[in-house]
T-cell receptor, first 112, second 116 residues
Framework: DSGVTQTPKHLITATGQRVTLRCSPR?????VYWYQQSLDQGLQFLIQ???????AKGNILERFSAQQFPDLHSELNLSSLELGDSALYFC???????????FGPGTRLTVL | AQSVAQPEDQVNVAEGNPLTVKCTYS??????LFWYVQYPNRGLQFLLK??????LVKGSYGFEAEFNKSQTSFHLKKPSALVSDSALYFC??????????????FGKGTRLSVIA
């Protein structure tokens, strides 16, 4: 158990809908990262937050947004969902940027 | 731009034999290098990292990796493979030349299959 929690574990929804994925980092970790893992694209970095502020942005679509709250938990919002958004979404946390990241168990999103 | 390559999609090895999972990288400055393992339906687990110092890094579950600057490689090794090592392995790199906001870049993963 990495200490990073993600909810929900599974999410099935329809195209055009909006969903929110939640992540709680390990105790003491200030950085939260979101990744998308799909069969054809591998593991893609989406966005990083550090102590409530956006720190780095990767291949995140404009339909996706994230935030980190004062208690350091983070939410990833996915809107206007498309079939191609079906993937595993991982959250990871670390103490600082230079340290190893610890990954949550992921949320499997299926868009029908 | 930083990048990492795992040239083998699949590696098969007999139980008890040594295993190697290859990784090469490209960065502008000095690299921070990481290996992660992913078991089915699980998140990625950290195995080991190279930041600086000794080129041979030892990690979890008997794995080690050797940093080779001239060959820009960071191959993962284990002297004696176990069936339970069968999983998906990811190499990742961060380019220190680009500052602290540089995200980790992951390779596409190598599926290791250890056969009894």
């Amino acid at each position: 158990d990495s200490g990073v929690t993600q909810t929900p574990k599974h999410l099935i929804t329809a195209t055009g809908q909006r969903v929110t994925l939640r992540c709680s980092p390990r105790s003491g970790d200030l950085s939260v990262y979101w990744y998308q893992q799909s069969l054809d694209q591998g593991l893609q970095f989406l966005i990083q937050y550090y102590n409530g502020e956006e720190r780095a942005k990767g291949n995140i679509l404009e339909r996706f947004s994230a935030q980190q709250f004062p208690d350091l938990h983070s939410e990833l919002n996915l809107s206007s969902l498309e079939l191609g958004d079906s993937a595993l979404y991982f959250c990871a946390s670390s103490v600082e940027d230079v340290n190893e990241q610890f990954f949550g168990p992921g949320t499997r999103l299926t868009v029908l | 731009a930083q990048s990492v390559a795992q040239p083998e999609d699949q590696v098969n090895v007999a139980e008890g034999n040594p295993l190697t999972v290859k990784c090469t990288y490209s960065v502008s400055g000095n690299p921070y290098l990481f290996w992660y393992v992913q078991y089915p339906n699980r998140g990625l687990q950290f195995l080991l990292k190279y930041i600086t110092g000794d080129n041979l890094v030892k990690g979890s579950y008997g794995f080690e990796a050797e940093f080779n600057k001239s060959q820009t490689s960071f191959h993962l090794k284990k002297p004696s493979a176990l069936v339970s090592d069968s999983a998906l392995y990811f190499c990742a790199v961060r380019d220190t030349a680009r500052g602290g906001n540089t995200p980790l870049v992951f390779g596409k993963g190598t599926r290791l299959s250890v056969i009894a």
